[in-house]
């Protein structure tokens, strides 16, 4: 069987090296090209329609998710696997719904990403552990909590679920608020339980989706 040929695209030159290397030390696979935005994509599946795509989301010319329509109406076999530093299922959906293939973050390790381009090949939808975990934990939930129990959020927990969604931690909301950094982690635990989320990025899914974070109401 000939190697499947691998388009990566990624902008970040680490992440992409380390890939790149990976897909050049397996007999499997065959690097045809390292992409850095979705303007040089476009052209070098074009010209050659890879078997394999590693796509990064966050690129410096748009999301890398929109590429996948335009990679599959060129290649409809094109597997396409997202390479992401985000784990929240919102992006992971969302990539899906685009058609992606598979979804692995970032720091899996350097035989983990190989094993699941390999399991994608073979049909499969491979998910990193710690997405499938959120995912599950999603679908699992026995009662999801609804829009009108945003009341249940006082004005301070929605000033800092805003802050967490900006990505400011924990230290930096203490000090943008005034509150000492005890009192914050507090405020944060409430939240989570609130929203029923052991994390930030279900935290800031969750209240996403039930229209909790209103960034008119607080600046930070």
Do not use: W
């Amino acid at each position: 069987m000939s190697p499947s040929s691998v388009l990566i695209v990624e902008d970040d030159t680490p992440t992409a090296n380390r890939v790149a290397h990976v897909i050049e030390t397996h007999d499997r696979f065959n690097l045809i090209g390292v992409a850095t935005n979705c303007a040089d994509a476009k052209i070098m599946f074009r010209e050659q329609p890879a078997d394999v795509v590693v796509l990064d989301i966050g690129l410096p010319d748009g999301d890398g998710k929109q590429l996948i329509p335009e990679f599959k109406q060129l290649n409809p076999n094109a597997c396409i696997i997202m390479l992401s530093a985000f784990d929240d299922p919102k992006n992971v959906i969302d990539a899906i719904t685009f058609g992606a293939n598979g979804y692995i973050l970032k720091d899996a390790a350097n035989e983990d990403i190989a094993l699941l381009i390999s399991q994608m090949l073979e049909g499969g939808a491979p998910i990193s552990p710690q997405i499938a975990t959120h995912i599950l934990k999603l679908i699992r939930k026995p009662e999801k909590v609804q829009a009108e129990d945003a009341a249940k959020l006082s004005d301070k927990e929605q000033e800092i679920l805003i802050l967490i969604s900006k990505g400011y931690s924990y230290s930096e909301i203490s000090n943008i608020i005034k509150l000492k950094y005890n009192t914050v982690a507090s405020y944060i635990k409430n939240i989570y339980r609130k929203l029923d989320v052991s994390s930030r990025c279900e935290a800031v899914y969750e209240a996403q989706s039930q229209g909790l974070i209103d960034e008119t109401k607080f600046r930070a």
